[in-house]
């Protein structure tokens, strides 16, 4: 997880760990942790992060993953091609 990139994105929305905290349902504390990288955030927050933030599913996968999520064909990448 990219902490600092996390950070930023939430400072640049304005607002403050402990909304991003409320937001997710954790303590302050919990939620300073998670942001720095010290305890994983769950699936579940993840969603609701992103969507607090308004980061692209590419911004997610940066921040979150460091582009590391699993490649998934398009369905016309996945047919077969027939002459």
């Known amino acids: 997880m990219k902490a600092l990139e996390l950070k930023l994105a939430r400072m ?4 403050s760990q402990q909304d991003m905290a409320d937001a997710i349902g954790k303590s302050l504390v919990s939620y300073s942790k998670k942001e720095r990288g010290e305890v994983k955030f769950t ?4 969603t609701i992060v992103s969507a607090k933030l308004g980061l692209t599913m590419e911004q997610t996968n940066d921040i979150f ?3 590391n999520l699993p490649f998934r064909k398009s369905e016309d990448e996945a047919s077969p091609q027939l002459p």
């Open 43 to 46: 699936p579940e927050e993840i």
């Open 12 to 15: 640049r929305k304005r607002l």
């Open 65 to 67: 993953f460091d582009n």
